[in-house]
């Protein structure tokens, strides 16, 4: 006869209790992914910034997507989180350089995003009408217009 601290029944609901979380764990049920956390996994060198999230559809798939900022040295980073978030979900980061002028340069690190209007860059968009693009603007030197084409299947970018 085996002697044990539990009687059968607090050992069946600790079982239990123990298939329990177990089940939790398999089905999938953990704290939600964020944005933020596609951002910093996809590119923890950056100093990513949670205030300047924006969310709009920017791939023009019919879903949300996510935008934020962040600095690296001496470049303005703009991350692209495409919705809806899951494992694995892709990240684009295009890189703004803040030192040396030219015509991928902002005048200082303290740009800030926009959700805006596409224009003539979105006339390939599928199924015609308009799109959302990112302003990125620091109000010092001309903005950048962030769109994404869907021929190159990429972000890309236009500026004055």
């Known amino acids: 006869m085996t002697l044990s601290p539990f009687s059968r029944s607090d050992l069946a609901f600790h079982s239990l209790l123990l298939l329990l979380v177990l089940c939790a764990g398999c089905a999938g049920l953990h704290p939600t992914r964020t944005a933020l956390d ?20 920017l791939d023009q798939d019919g879903r949300a997507d996510y935008a934020l900022t962040g600095l690296r040295k001496d470049h303005v980073v703009v991350g692209i989180v495409r919705g809806p978030l899951a494992a694995g979900t892709p990240v684009w980061t295009l890189d703004f350089s803040i030192k040396g002028g030219g015509e ?9 995003i926009a959700i805006e209007p ?10 015609g009408g308009q799109g959302m693009g990112i302003n990125l603007h620091d109000d010092k030197c001309d903005a950048f217009h962030i769109f994404w084409n869907p021929e190159t299947k990429k972000f890309e970018w236009w500026r004055l």
């Open 38 to 57: 596609a951002a910093r996994q996809h590119d923890p060198a950056v100093q990513w910034n949670a205030q300047s999230l924006l969310e709009a559809d």
């Open 104 to 112: 991928d340069a902002l005048c200082s690190p303290e740009a800030k």
């Open 118 to 127: 596409l224009g003539d860059e979105a006339k390939t968009r599928r199924g």
